[in-house]
C-alpha cells in the first residue's frame, strides 16, 4: 500500500531533521512527504530543502499565515495546503507532526494493519515524551484515540469523512465520524514515537477556551463536556483548565458556532459518548 505524509511545520529547526531522518529509514518508505512550511522565521525551510535535495520524494510547499498558534485552525490550512501539491494515487494519507521520532518498522506495521481487515479506517501508534530521562506515554487521551500528531487514514475513509476540518476538534471529530460510518480506529501500543515538544506547550489562554469551544461543535452537549473537561484537566495536571474549558464552551453557545458535525452525527455522538462512560462506570 503507497503512503503519503503531509506535514504541517512553524519553526521546527530544532526538530525538523530528527522527523525527517526517521522518514526515510522507515522500512517501508513513504512515496511521498510533503513538508508545508507555514510562515517560519528559523532556518526550517532549508532543513527541509536539504532532505529534499537527497531524497526526490521529498517536497517542500511554502505558505504564508498569521503565527499565532491557536490549535486546530493554523495546522490544518497548512495540511489543506499540502493536499494541494499531492495526487489521488495513495491508498493511505499520513498527518504528521514536524517533531516526532518514528520507529524504523512504524509504516510497515501500520500498512499491515490496514491490510488485516478493509474495514479499518485509522490507524496509529503512541506518543512518548522525555521525563528524567525516560521517555514516558503522553497520557493525555485513552489509548483507544489516535494523537493528532501521527494519524494514518485509509483513503476511502479519508474522503467519506470529507479530510480534516480546521478547527480545534478536528483530530476528535476525524474517529468519531470514522464510527459513525462504520470504519473500525486501531491503536497499537507497540509502536512508541518520541513527541520531541509536549502537546499544548505554546497554547494561551485563548487556546485554552478554543477546547471549550471543540466540545460544543463536536454536539458533547454541557454534561459530557464538563466531565470531558475535568478528566482532561486532571491528566494535564491542572485542574484549573476546567474553567477555561467550560468558559469556552459555554462562549462557543451564546455565539452559536458552526458544529463540525450534523444534528444526525451529533446524537450519535452523545449516545456513543454516554456509552463510554457508562462502560467505565459500571
Not at 531533521?17 to 522507515?26: D, F, G, N
Request: charged share 25%.
Amino acid at each position: 500500500m503507497k503512503y503519503y505524509i503531509i506535514i504541517p511545520a512553524y519553526n521546527e529547526e530544532a526538530f525538523m531533521s530528527l522527523t525527517l531522518q526517521s522518514l526515510v529509514e522507515q522500512t517501508v518508505l513513504a512515496t511521498k512527504i510533503v513538508v508545508v512550511n507555514d510562515n517560519s522565521t528559523d532556518k526550517t525551510p532549508e532543513i527541509v530543502s536539504e532532505f529534499a535535495s537527497k531524497y526526490p520524494f521529498i517536497t517542500l510547499v511554502n505558505k504564508k499565515s498569521d503565527a499565532i498558534h491557536l490549535p486546530g485552525s493554523k495546522v490544518i490550512q497548512a495540511f489543506h495546503e499540502g493536499e494541494k501539491n499531492i495526487d489521488d494515487n495513495y491508498d493511505i494519507i499520513v498527518k504528521a507532526d514536524a517533531d516526532l521520532i518514528f520507529p524504523k518498522n512504524y509504516f510497515e506495521t501500520i500498512i499491515k494493519h490496514f491490510q488485516s481487515n478493509k474495514r479499518i479506517g485509522m490507524v496509529g501508534g503512541f506518543c512518548y515524551i522525555e521525563k528524567n530521562g525516560n521517555w514516558v506515554l503522553e497520557n493525555l487521551t485513552d489509548k483507544n484515540h489516535i494523537r493528532g500528531a501521527l494519524k494514518a487514514y485509509r483513503k476511502e475513509t479519508f474522503k467519506q469523512i470529507d479530510g480534516l476540518k480546521p478547527q480545534m476538534g478536528w483530530d476528535t471529530v476525524d474517529e468519531l465520524l470514522c464510527k459513525f460510518y462504520h470504519w473500525k480506529v486501531v491503536t497499537d501500543e507497540s509502536l512508541h514515537v518520541k513527541h520531541l515538544k509536549p502537546t499544548g506547550a505554546s497554547y494561551n489562554q485563548a487556546a485554552r477556551f478554543k477546547q471549550g469551544e471543540a466540545f460544543y461543535t463536536l454536539g458533547y452537549g454541557f454534561f459530557i463536556t464538563a466531565v470531558a473537561s475535568l478528566k482532561l484537566a486532571m491528566r494535564k495536571g491542572k485542574p484549573l483548565l476546567f474553567l477555561d474549558y467550560i468558559k469556552g464552551f459555554w462562549k462557543a453557545k451564546r455565539e452559536n458556532k458552526t458544529m463540525l458535525v450534523t444534528p444526525e452525527q451529533a446524537k450519535f455522538v452523545r449516545k456513543y459518548r454516554w456509552k463510554k462512560m457508562k462502560e467505565k462506570l459500571f
